[in-house]
Nanobody
Framework: QVQLVESGGGLVQAGGSLRLACAAS????????MAWFRQAPGKEREFVAG????????RYGDSVKGRFTISRDGVKNTMYLQMNSLKPEDTAVYYC??????????????????WGQGTQVTISS
């Protein structure tokens, strides 16, 4: 079992920055592929960024490339998402996820078997 707790969401103006964190605990959580997804009202859950077990490579959704950076701290068992140049269309609930038996970063939700409760990110124009 892996438990995931997100933090760092909030309300910021367009152009601002936020840093999300996902604290993982449980069975060898530091050795799993991890990712961030987001879901806006009325839309499907969307891949944002993912990071391999070792931290390299990383992968990003097209809409966030160049603005968001994913990282992980193996000692703290925590994954981060640094979000810069935020836009109103980034508004969503952001979820962290773990794929406990998948070897690489996947952009679909199916390989991810553990999810956090989500943290709201709202960007005002």
């Amino acid at each position: 079992q892996v438990q995931l707790v997100e933090s760092g969401g909030g309300l910021v103006q367009a152009g601002g920055s936020l840093r999300l964190a996902c604290a993982a605990s449980g069975s060898t959580s530091s050795s799993y592929v991890m990712a961030w997804f987001r879901q806006a009202p009325g839309k499907e859950r969307e891949f944002v960024a993912g990071i391999s077990r070792t931290g390299i490579p990383t992968r990003y959704g097209d809409s966030v490339k160049g603005r968001f950076t994913i990282s992980r701290d193996g000692v703290k068992n925590t994954m981060y998402l640094q979000m810069n140049s935020l836009k109103p269309e980034d508004t969503a609930v952001y979820y962290c996820a773990v794929a406990s038996s998948w070897p690489t970063v996947a952009v679909t939700t199916a390989p991810y078997d553990y999810w956090g409760q989500g943290t709201q990110v709202t960007i005002s124009s």
